[in-house]
């Protein structure tokens, strides 16, 4: 029991924390380490650019990169498909968490509904996430409602999952101490249920939060006007790399800082572990 | 003996009877068990494995509810689990996500809230872990766990507390120590106590009156009163011959240890 606590743990920390003992390097904390292959991988990257080793116009220093952002924020530009983006994922991760949870819930509790629909769901979930686009925007249009479908499909499996199997595995024992102050129905997935299962819903949560970034750059890509997906088409059409890498950059912060806030509402609510 | 309290009531079994397996032809788990406990007594149930005491004790729990005969407490018939009686598991089953003071008060949500936290920290100190009430079930040792699940089992004042192999987890000292404790708790409640155990020496300790229970099918074999006061010696003359005598029930004589005590 234990070490599935523990093992639940490390999926939530951030980042794994360097072993201890002698460190590698003399004065330097052990956590900045990670750095530096990225900042002399940078540097190098700029001095090529610079010197013109790198063709500048498929890719361009960091430098510039940076400034593009820059120039994008300055403009708007950057507010308005970074908005745009953003709505289109919360809205989707919402929607898509939503309907997991309830199937999940469902096929978790009842046998009688894991036997409807999990065969169909394991079948659904081995679709790769491209073939849905043709479809979706045959039956809902280029307009935000098949983005929003796309981007929902890709967080309600992972969120179906770990909480479907979350509940089914939920231990009998504790089950029993529910039985034995005669906790029924609502009352025992309340209070016995579902925090017990609220560590894998997490693990759920936060996959399925990343497929739906995944699946929004897909929707973007495919049939866009705004949103930073077409921010990288566009820049591909118009020939401009700064762009696209520009977008790329900004689809991990916009990525991490999601995961982060996620992660700091997980480790919120499970702090009795780290205690 | 002590006073009893007059608020429990007695424990009647009768004819129980319990078959694992469908239409007759399963497992006879409990064949026949009648068994009277009077109020405030510690009643100590011994067996090996398979002989049916858990599952005597479950029934008494009413977390089997399949059975035939009737368990009586009072005047009332057991058909589900009830506040009236009090259960510990061998593992403490503590819920994880609750602090000791949240797990004790798990059992007693209806009450009104201060007189749930003054029966809470009446009981935390009762089992004595006064300031671990804000600790975690993962940062308790065995022994301390086990604790707060007696202090859960005893919050909701019940008639009868049902212990399945309490201690049967824990290493040999702190064994000791909890059946020390267990016996101080007994004192100060006068709460009726039947305690399933396969630790011959443990029901020597504990017990008013000795159950003892052989196998296939479940059945109680000899049931032995123990007037010695307490605490008692466990190297005393009397123990020994008591020991020797319930060793008897299980081995045959030759295989009886002679001189383990030395």
Known sequence: MSTQQNATVIQFATSPTAPRGRKPLRGLPSRFIGLIVPIVGLALWEMLARFGVLPANTLPAPSVIGQTILELGRSGELWHHAGITLWRITTGFLLGAAAGTVFGALTGHSALARRLFDPLLQALRNIPSMAWVPLFLLWLGIQESSKIAMISLGAFFPVYLNLSSGISHVDPKLIEVGMVYRLRGLQMIRRVILPAVLPEYLVGLRSGLGLAWMFVVAAEIMGASRGLGFLMIDGQMTGRASIILASVILFACLGKATDLLLVAVGNRLLRYKTR | ?262
Not at chain 2, 20 to 44: H, K, Q, R, V, Y
Not at chain 2, 52 to 65: M, P
Not at chain 2, 116 to 124: E, G, L, P
Not at chain 2, 183 to 202: C, F, G, K, S
């Open chain 2, 1 to 262: 003996m002590s006073s009893f309290d007059v608020r429990n009531s007695s424990l009647q079994l009768e004819r129980v009877s319990k078959a694992f397996g469908t239409n007759g032809n399963g497992l006879l788990a409990l064949d026949n068990i009648d068994l009277d406990i009077a109020p405030g007594e510690f009643t100590c149930i011994v067996g090996g494995s398979g002989c049916g005491k858990t599952t005597l004790l479950r029934i008494i729990a009413g977390l089997e509810r399949q059975y035939s005969g009737s368990v009586l407490l009072g005047a009332n018939r057991i058909t589900g689990p009830g506040l009236d009686r009090g259960l510990v598991f061998q593992e403490h089953r503590l819920l994880p996500w609750l602090t000791v003071a949240e797990n004790v008060k798990f059992g007693i949500s209806e009450l009104p809230a201060a007189e749930r936290n003054a029966r809470v920290a009446q009981y935390i100190e009762l089992v004595g872990l006064h300031g671990f009430e804000q600790s975690y079930p993962h940062q308790l040792s065995g022994g301390m766990a086990q604790r707060v699940a007696i202090a859960r089992a005893l919050v909701s004042h019940p008639q009868l507390l049902l212990l399945d192999e309490p201690f049967g987890a824990l290493d040999a000292l702190t064994r000791i120590r909890m059946q020390h404790e267990l016996l101080r708790i007994w004192q100060a409640q006068q709460t009726t106590m039947i305690l399933v155990t396969h630790d011959i020496d443990e029901a020597i300790f504990l017990a008013d009156r000795i159950v003892i229970m052989s196998a296939r099918p479940g059945s109680i074999k000899r049931i032995i009163r123990v007037d010695m006061p307490r605490p008692r010696d466990r190297s005393s003359y009397e123990i020994t011959l008591l020991r020797k005598s319930i060793y008897r029930e299980f081995f045959a004589s030759d295989e009886v240890p002679e001189d383990y005590e030395i």
